[in-house]
């Protein structure tokens, strides 16, 4: 019978153990630090501490004889044994791990949630309106909405499963496909279209006379507009902030003024009249989103599920 130390490992490991077998358990520890790229992160996923998942990673390193990862500001960089490793192993202990998840189904122990993350707006127009059929599937779904680097910085971590990113995520630790292009128009309501008359990409006329609605007092969509379309720095300040484009809508909609939004979001009003394009330049502003996700994650069936749906949705 072997009998566990308090840090995880098996038995007492000293120099005179090196090169003994590692058992599954040290291993799984390596896959999840692996893929997460952080000793902190991986015992989040583990639901470890911190102090035992690196003890499990040293016991695993002295056993084999090898260094297994590089410690970096942000976590950890595996090195070349690592990766070999990592190849080796990955493959069983996912298959072991789907063999386990089938088990819990079995026995009727529910599936873990799928965690995605992403604009609030995207989100709840787009997202779920596409996933809700998943739902009499068994699929539970936990939302959190949010900024695009906090998201990320959380999707590293192992909080999110998913995340949906209006910037391409960079770092090995996670990978990302495009999901959709954002075109971005300049409305208004028919009382101030009809007011601010036709505008041209060579002179926004009066449009920088009228109240411009944002979500942030820094009017980040609007002044990327005008250097597109207009070429020209906007120096305006907003005179509604709405921190949702929903809001925003609704106040563009109800008569507060001028905006731009992605297309996707105003579609609806574009085609009741509710809203007025004031321009249609040949070349609009667009912004690709991306649906990240861990690099080397172990495979879970309903985070496959929501992915594909989402990529899917998207084409």
Known sequence: MVHRKDDGSAGD????????????????????????????????????????????????????GRQLFERVPK?????????????????????????????????????????????????????????????????????????ADELLDGLRDGRFDLVVSSVRPRGRTVT????????????????????LGPLTPEDPGVVEEAPLVTYAEDLPILRRYWRHVFHRRLTTRAAVVVPDLRGVRAAVVAGAGVTVLPRYLCVAELGSGELVPLLEPVDPPVNTGF???RTGAPQREHVTLVRERLLRGSR
């Open 13 to 64: 490991v000293g120099p005179g153990n090196t090169g003994a077998p590692p058992d599954l358990g040290l291993l799984r520890t390596f896959l999840v630090v692996y893929r997460s790229g952080a000793f902190t992160a991986a015992a989040r996923l583990l639901g470890l501490s911190q102090p035992t998942v690196t003890a499990q990673v040293r016991t695993l390193e002295r056993r084999l």
């Open 75 to 147: 976590g950890v960089v595996p090195t070349t044994v690592a990766d070999e490793l990592a190849a080796e192993v990955a493959g069983p202990l996912d298959t072991l791990t789907a063999v386990a998840e089938r088990g819990r189904e079995s026995g009727r122990v529910p599936a873990e949630p799928v965690h995605l993350a992403g604009p609030a707006e995207f989100l709840c127009v787009s997202a779920l309106p596409a996933l809700g059929d998943l739902v009499e599937r068994g699929v539970r779904l936990r939302i959190t909405t949010g900024l």
């Open 291 to 293: 649906l990240a996700h």
């Open 176 to 195: 990302a496909a495009p999901l959709l292009d954002e075109e971005f128009v300049l409305v208004a309501s028919p009382h101030w279209a009809e007011r």
